[in-house]
């Protein structure tokens, strides 16, 4: 008999159990917008600061209508986001989860996740066709959701760890800073890393770099508002082409995956160094093997890799396509080919690997 023609055994349970993940991840899918929905409409912050409240009260002081905000509701708590009283019919925020949806400065604050994640769905039709033809889709075609997103989910994450351990762990870098350092940042985005450092260590200077106009133009607004623009400038440029020389700190978060020519990108950060300088890599949370990765974190960057990153860095010259879960090895290769020798991974959160990397 041949392969074609052999009975196929179908266990039931095991179709059933994925036809309930898939009702699970299609209720998932949903709520990246349900969340974004209740962070516009303040709907979180309105229950994180008044207490539990009804469908008709909740719609009152956020002036908006009773019926959304009911099914908004229903759909939180079916969720397990909000909680329930089916005697009082009032809904509650658990304050563990409201710093999560509304405090900007804890690391742990996700409407940006959200915002990012569904700007990035949103372009999946486009990503298909990509995928048929093998271009490649910019960043600058991305919508706002993604750019706006994208910094709202990566800053506070710096606010709580670019100072206080990521710069620690390199080998002098803040000894250096404290005395004077001249600082390249390169795929700088809105600016949120340049404009914390430069706020951390006054008597350096530093040059934020992107491709990007419209994120130069944030960035340069937000150094303004940080009161820093005196000692902090921005300028539109690709990584292989940033300008300067004599840097004693080169730094790329979340960005190098993304390049289209991260070898180059790398060659022009070692010709912008001084001899002694030090460039600090941050990257994704990432293993070296795919199954190493094989959990939700993973699940979520490879995500990411295929909509986003992986389109943004084909749709630029050489288009590498490192992918968002390029792990430590990979990465050491594209230092390794761009003339540094040493590199080793200095310190790492859940979400990210920071990598030290030197001459």
């Not at 956020?62 to 019919?89: K, N």
């Not at 405090?103 to 409407?111: F, H, M, Q, R």
């Not at 030090?278 to 890799?305: C, H, K, L, Q």
């Not at 860095?313 to 968002?324: F, R």
Request: aromatic share 10%; charged share 20%; with cysteine.
């Amino acid at each position: 008999m041949s392969t074609t023609e052999e009975t196929v055994h179908i266990d039931g349970d095991k179709l059933m159990e994925f036809v309930f993940r898939a009702v699970d991840g299609v209720g998932a899918t949903l709520d990246t917008a349900l969340v974004v929905m209740g962070d516009r409409l303040g709907y979180y912050r309105c229950l994180a600061a008044t207490g539990p409240l009804t469908a008709a009260r909740l719609a009152e002081r956020t002036a908006t209508s009773e019926h959304y905000a009911r099914e908004w509701l229903h759909a939180q708590a079916a969720g397990g986001t909000l909680e329930y009283d089916p005697v009082t019919g009032l809904f509650t925020l658990p304050p563990e989860y409201a710093i999560a949806l509304t405090d900007e400065n804890s690391p742990a604050y996700l409407p940006g996740f959200f915002q990012l994640t569904l700007g990035t769905v949103a372009g999946t039709a486009r990503a298909v066709e990509a995928a048929r033809s093998g271009a490649g889709i910019g960043w600058h075609e991305q919508s706002t959701d993604v750019h706006e997103g994208c910094e709202r989910f990566f800053r506070p994450g710096y606010h709580a760890n670019l100072v206080e351990s990521w710069l620690p762990a390199l080998d002098g870098v803040v000894a250096g800073l404290e005395r004077g350092a001249r600082v390249a940042d390169i795929g700088c985005g809105h600016g949120s890393s340049t404009v914390l450092m430069a706020r951390a260590f006054p008597r350096s200077e530093f040059v934020g770099s992107d491709y990007h106009p419209e994120s130069i133009a944030t960035a340069r607004s937000r150094a303004e508002e940080a009161g820093v623009a005196d000692r902090v400038a921005f300028e539109v440029a690709p990584a292989t082409a940033f300008g300067g020389a004599g840097y004693d700190l080169v730094t790329t978060f979340d960005a190098l995956h993304d390049m289209g020519d991260p070898v180059g990108a790398a060659r022009r950060v070692r010709e912008a160094l001084t001899d002694d300088g030090t460039w600090m890599i941050v990257e994704p949370m990432a293993g070296d093997r795919p199954e190493d990765n094989f959990n939700p974190i993973g699940r979520a960057y490879y995500g990411f890799s295929t909509l986003l990153c992986t389109p943004g860095s084909l749709s630029q010259d050489v288009g590498l396509a490192l992918g968002t879960q390029a792990g430590p090895a990979r990465i050491c290769d594209v230092t390794t080919a761009a003339g540094f020798s040493r590199f080793r991974v200095a310190a790492q959160t859940p979400f990210n690997l920071v990598y030290e990397v030197r001459p």
